[in-house]
């Protein structure tokens, strides 16, 4: 008996070594990486049909010339280039757009494998990242310091991947958003801290401050109203314990998600700014938010919006999810393959039971759907009045996938109301003018950067067509077909490693940002 006892504790004992030699091997094991492509000075496209997305003109059999990353010369006639070494592109029967910029993600540690190459694979050459860290390195959560080193990497022709156009902070969101042992002056309890987190951020090369649901209401008036002293911005959530009006009124430059009009546009929308139990009463009221809906209320607010110059990211997708988590034609999607195991199970599988569970309830059946549909609705109008929409994302929500969830929300757009050309700026030229950078990037123009994405077919036809790549050009660097399939299958790859989802899971629970998030 002793010894069948002895021999049981020993092999489970060597179950529990080789378990933990495993995990040890899967942290500690180096990633792959993948080839640049060859760097080319001078790139000549020839004959292809150029979208001005300022104005939706189609300039057809274009010759495109570039040197050193910028566009020198668009012209119908033959341009003649001495470099022997030019990069020549047969653009005939193809269209060229600027490179797609998706004004809202989350990036982490692990988004040079399993992010960045799909972005570019999409075409997406630009993200507006809306995470950040605290006053230490995060495992999960990547900050400023480590993108603006990713970008230098970049421009250095060291990494695949896209450009972070803005820098942000941690997610500003009361005591609770902050685990023990930081500082306090990230709560933003006391209006006194402010200017301590301003300061901070600002040596950390941020460019705004990234605001969410429960900051508090003194704070953030304070924070509004100094944080151009440092040379920052604020924009994120619509704070809840104090209104969207006043919030635009105190410049707020960019809100966040599909929501923000139906909080404010129903008779109890005052019972949502009391910090003791606004959740509360969201569930609580969460039917009359579609049924007391008042799109006068809505529409004024747009109209102050438009006045105030603020932009909008309405990112469908996340409503979207909301809607049809329940349905399984949603839930298979393809693209699940780029996902690791570790997100599906800790994450998605679990955020995806509970909307499901809401969908089929009888009390809270079809809700999802009608805040979807308002929501769009809303974008439509606000569209019209002159609000500027960009596209986002949320990527790393739930059936959020990097590079590709870009391409439907854009279709979705054009769901909403906005036409092709509208929706293809929202994208392009419009982000470009909100990072104040219309200059450098989002439009194909002489003297611009040249982050350009051949398509197969005309988008202005069919938004759809955005996704029909035939190549992705940036950083004097061609991605073709053979080269943007390698991309892809490069992360489904990294997806789907032992050591990658050991990484993922090792990062997620050692992350004291990610424990706060989850207990929230």
Excluded at 177 to 199: A, I, M, R, T, Y
Excluded at 213 to 239: D, F, T
Excluded at 437 to 460: F, Q, T
Aim: charged share 25%; net charge neutral; glycine share 4%.
């Amino acid at each position: 008996m002793k010894k069948k006892l002895f021999k049981s504790l020993k092999a489970i004992l060597l179950v529990l070594v080789f378990l933990i030699l495993a995990i040890t091997l899967g942290i500690i094991w180096p990633m792959s990486n993948l080839s640049i492509p060859q760097k080319h000075h001078t790139v000549l496209i020839k004959s292809i049909n150029v979208i001005d997305v300022k104005t939706g003109d189609v300039l057809e059999k274009r010759n495109v010339l570039i040197k050193n990353n910028r566009i020198t010369a668009i012209d119908s006639l033959e341009i003649l280039v001495e470099d022997a070494n030019t990069l020549l592109i047969d653009g005939r029967g193809k269209y060229v757009i600027p490179g797609l910029w998706d004004m809202h993600t989350h990036s982490n540690q692990h988004s040079p494998w399993l992010h960045h190459p799909l972005y570019i694979a999409n075409g997406v050459t630009g993200i507006r990242d809306m995470s950040g860290q605290l006053n230490q390195k995060d495992s999960y959560w990547v900050g400023s310091r480590e993108r603006l080193k990713w970008n230098a990497e970049l421009n250095a022709n060291k990494r695949i991947m896209p450009r972070y156009v803005l820098q942000s902070s941690y997610q500003i969101d009361g005591a609770s958003s902050v685990p023990d042992g930081f500082p306090d002056f990230f709560k933003l309890e006391n209006p006194e801290q402010v200017d301590s987190l301003l300061q901070f951020y600002k040596n950390e090369q941020v460019d705004f401050i990234k605001i969410y649901q429960q900051i508090p209401v003194a704070s953030y008036r304070k924070l509004a109203k100094r944080a151009e002293y440092y040379g920052l911005h604020i924009a994120g959530h619509k704070p809840m314990f104090l209104s969207l009006e006043e919030a635009l009124n105190l410049g707020q430059r960019s809100f966040e998600h599909g929501r923000i009009f139906l909080f404010e546009s129903f008779p109890e929308a005052d019972s949502l700014k009391h910090p003791e139990n606004w959740k509360t009463n969201f569930s609580k009221y969460k039917r009359k938010l579609i049924e007391d809906y008042d799109p006068k209320v809505a529409k004024e607010l747009m109209q102050l919006m438009q006045s105030k110059k603020a932009y909008w990211v309405p990112t469908v997708q996340t409503l979207k999810f909301e809607a049809f988590a329940h349905d399984v034609d949603y839930t298979a999607n393809p693209n699940l393959k780029y996902i690791t195991a570790i997100r599906k199970k800790l994450w998605w599988d679990l955020d995806t039971k509970n909307n499901a569970k809401r969908n089929n309830a009888e009390a809270t059946k079809g809700v999802s759907a009608d805040f979807y549909k308002i929501a769009m609705e809303q974008v439509e109008l606000a569209n019209a009045i002159g609000v500027p929409i960009m596209a986002g994302t949320d990527v790393t929500d739930s059936y959020t996938f990097a590079g590709f969830s870009l391409h439907e929300e854009l279709v979705d757009l054009t769901k909403c109301g906005l036409t092709n050309l509208e929706a293809l700026q929202s994208a392009t030229i419009v982000p470009a003018q909100y990072v104040e950078k219309e200059h450098h990037y989002g439009s194909i123009e002489k003297g611009k950067v040249a982050d350009l994405v051949l398509l197969n077919r005309n988008p202005l036809k069919d938004i759809s067509n955005t996704s029909e790549i035939h190549g992705v050009l940036m950083n004097g660097l061609y991605y073709d077909a053979q080269k943007l399939t390698e991309l892809k299958t490069f992360t489904e790859s990294a997806a789907s490693s032992f050591h990658m989802n050991t990484k993922a899971l090792y990062s997620l629970i050692n992350s004291p940002l990610i424990r706060v998030q989850f207990a929230d």
